[in-house]
């Protein structure tokens, strides 16, 4: 049964925006643009300390005396084996942005890099390798977890039947207007779900479009776009048909195949030594640099890169918090609190870091030997720069147009499993009540399959990168009090009713609830 005072108003204002997105792309654009400027210069250093926050108090969950607080029954396993688990995790969380950025974000860096260095010198060239690093490593995964650690005990702990944020709130919120408050919340859960989606959905699109216009030869066009769109919503469609174990499940254990397999081609028979060398070398700028980078805002100087970048992939991943971390909570049945957030953060950086090291490695040695300009590449197709770029990049991987193909499908799979996820968990957060064994319900899960297919539209007739980028940061801005409220709430909860425990737990009391 959907849950009317949910459901009603998410689709009424997500259908009211995809309509403005498609009938009125130019004013939108303008419009976001607006909002999002005002929000990456007004709160972005709120973004940067919020982040920083977020990893200790991820690495105190999995350190302190609460670690191995087991969510579950006392002694019960995990509900899926640790590969199953990461594939899920991985797909959702990141998937679907990695395959669009990997190879294209040094190439934006290169040309304008941090830290006043010159452009296109040698020294761009190592931070340009290194910041994707930042941007898709520890921080951004430490937001997955503290949200994800919440809601999993809200719904194996405290064994509240309900798939939705607002129930780990509960310990925080004022019992007057509670409901108001709770239905608010969850409200706008899914509209950070929405834009989180859309964003994706909205870089993947015009990148898959010009992968088939550079295997075919036929001109990228809007039609092509809409296919492209329309072959993901019946992949989906299929796979939500089946559920998460037999469809989800499955997306994601290819997904992780096909990754593993193309980087390992690009490894061994591409630029080995100068990706390895490059990959040394950023390890040690990063550990060297990492609070610097982090809480970098360019005070003095007042330049655009940490507002273009790293305060708008926090944005974006605070926008996929709310989401992936409903996702991690329904798959994280039977694991304790370290293993969900020393799980989510190692397993989640070392698959995104290697694909990074090996796809960023890769571009950068075709632009630096000048195999490939391509930087004149992006610049000559703009506002579809990264996609036309990112299809050379690909036709020129080993094999050519073999592997052109194989890294088509790769991105197809990809981002179906992220419509999946999402079109899951809004259904999850939507329902009235949810049984943790069970799938939500089919109906809300194709109603919301169609709200993302008509928010995609509207971004793709805008075909403006920035405005993709610009819904994100809109929607990850009330998902920061939330997650804040959420953890409050956690505290509260742990210290109710383990707060007599000692560290380390001793003789395993409460008969196994501890590992």
């Not at 989606?197 to 075919?216: D, Y």
């Amino acid at each position: 049964m959907p849950k009317k005072a949910v459901l009603y108003p998410s689709l009424i204002f997500a259908l009211f925006l995809g309509i403005c997105f498609v009938a009125f792309p130019g004013k939108m654009s303008t419009a976001t643009e607006t909002a999002s400027s005002w929000i990456k210069t007004k709160t972005g250093w709120l973004y940067l300390i919020f982040g920083v926050a977020a990893f200790f108090y991820a690495v105190w969950l999995s350190f302190g005396k609460y670690g191995s607080v087991r969510l579950g029954e006392p002694n019960e396993r995990p509900e899926f084996s640790t590969p199953h688990w990461v594939a899920m995790m991985f797909t959702a969380g990141i998937g679907a942005g990695l395959v669009t950025w990997a190879f294209g974000e040094p190439i934006y860096y290169i040309q304008s890099p941090p830290f006043g260095i010159e452009p296109m010198s040698t020294t761009a060239y190592e931070w340009a390798h290194l910041y994707p690093f930042i941007h898709w490593g520890f921080v951004p995964w430490a937001f997955y977890a503290v949200a994800a650690v919440p809601i999993a005990y809200s719904l194996y702990i405290v064994k509240r039947p309900f798939l939705r944020i607002s129930e780990s709130c509960e310990e925080v919120l004022p019992e007057t207007g509670k409901p108001f408050f709770k239905n608010a919340i969850d409200v706008l859960i899914i509209m950070g779900i929405i834009a989180g989606t859309t964003t994706s959905l909205g870089i993947g699109v015009p990148l898959l479009s010009a992968l088939i216009a550079e295997l075919t030869g036929i001109e990228d066009s809007f039609l092509i776009k809409m296919s492209v769109l329309i072959v993901w919503v019946l992949i989906f469609g299929t796979s939500t048909v089946r559920g998460l174990k037999r469809g989800i499940q499955k997306l994601a254990d290819l997904n992780m195949i096909l990754a593993g397999f193309l980087m390992a081609i690009l490894l061994v028979i591409g630029p080995t030594l100068f990706i390895l060398n490059m990959t040394t070398n950023s390890l040690g700028i990063m550990l060297n640099d990492f609070f610097r980078i982090v809480l970098w805002t360019d005070p003095i100087d007042q330049s655009t890169f940490p507002r273009d970048w790293t305060i708008f992939y926090w944005a974006w991943w605070l926008a996929f918090a709310a989401f992936v971390g409903l996702f991690i909570a329904r798959i994280s049945r039977g694991r304790t609190i370290r293993q969900v957030c020393l799980g989510t953060i190692i397993w989640g950086s070392l698959g995104t870091l290697s694909y990074l090291a090996i796809a960023g490695g890769y571009a950068l040695h075709l632009q630096f030997e000048e195999i490939l300009p391509l930087t004149e590449i992006m610049a000559a197709n703009e506002p579809n720069g990264l996609s036309v770029m990112t299809a050379k990049i690909a036709a020129n991987m080993p094999f050519g147009k073999v592997s052109l193909i194989f890294f088509m499908v790769l991105c197809t799979v990809f981002y179906a499993t992220t419509m999946d996820s999402a079109a899951y968990i809004a259904a999850g957060v939507s329902s009235e009540e949810f049984d943790v064994k069970q799938d939500p319900s089919l109906a809300l899960r194709f109603t919301w399959i169609g709200i993302l297919f008509l928010m995609t539209v509207g971004t793709v007739l805008t075909d403006n990168l920035k405005i993709v980028m610009d819904i994100t940061v809109i929607g990850s801005l009330p998902i920061l009090p939330i997650i804040v409220l959420m953890c409050w709430s956690l505290n509260r909860q742990l210290k109710r009713d383990f707060g007599d425990v000692k560290k380390p737990p001793g003789k395993r009391p409460l008969k196994g609830l501890y590992m």
